[in-house]
């Protein structure tokens, strides 16, 4: 099944550009930035949007993961974790 699907890879447009419209029609921007976490693993992403006249865009910049260590370690300290990975 996938090897059928593999071959529709092409389709995918990933668009590198973060900002859609020249940076003069652009109204303002904000940069989003979420951390979180579970016993099991912890993450981060983080958005651009950005406000023009005529449309608002979100564009995704990164994310990041990591399993949570063997060694019990409390949530808090995991959400730490996944905030020092926000940064």
């Not at 981060?44 to 994310?63: E, G, N, P, W």
Request: net charge positive.
């Amino acid at each position: 099944m996938w090897k059928r699907e593999a071959k529709n890879l092409w389709k995918i447009k990933i668009p590198r550009c973060l900002i859609p419209s020249p940076v003069e029609e652009t109204d303002s921007t904000e940069l989003h930035v979420y951390g979180d976490a579970s016993k099991w693993a912890y993450g981060a992403v983080a958005y651009l949007k950005v406000i023009s006249k005529d449309k608002t865009t979100v564009r995704f910049i990164m994310s990041k993961s990591r399993v949570a260590p063997l060694k019990t370690i409390t949530l808090p300290r995991l959400e730490l974790m996944a905030a020092l990975i926000a940064a």
